[in-house]
Nanobody
Framework: VQLQASGGGLVQAGGSLRLSCVVS????????VSWYRQAPGKQRDLVAA???????NYADSVKGRFTISRDSAKLAVYLQMNSLKPEDTAVYYCNARYYQREYWGQGTQVTVSS
């Protein structure tokens, strides 16, 4: 199983970015995929998750600003991030859960300048 995350970068506060996570080696329709983030000196926290059945949930801090979506044709999960704030600065990681096993992508840096 491999997760390829991309889309991070430097953006000004109020701007937008879209992260992508391409999942290979699983049956995509049976895979739960989530985005986590980890700021320097802090623990890794859940940002948004999408279940294999299509439901989604979000951390309170990103509700109304971030949207997670799935594209089964491309085996990809996206995290659209709008109205970015400096406190969103972190390394963002893609996570997949498949048949009770957990897999991580390599992380992509998101930096929001004030």
């Amino acid at each position: 199983v491999q997760l390829q995350a991309s889309g991070g970068g430097l953006v000004q506060a109020g701007g937008s970015l879209r992260l992508s996570c391409v999942v290979s080696g699983t049956i995509f329709g049976l895979t739960d995929v989530s985005w986590y983030r980890q700021a320097p000196g802090k623990q890794r926290d859940l940002v948004a998750a999408t279940r294999s059945g299509g439901s989604a949930n979000y951390a309170d801090s990103v509700k109304g600003r971030f949207t997670i979506s799935r594209d089964s044709a491309k085996l990809a999960v996206y995290l659209q991030m709008n109205s970015l704030k400096p406190e969103d600065t972190a390394v963002y990681y893609c996570n997949a859960r498949y048949y009770q096993r957990e897999y991580w992508g390599q992380g992509t840096q998101v930096t929001v300048s004030s």
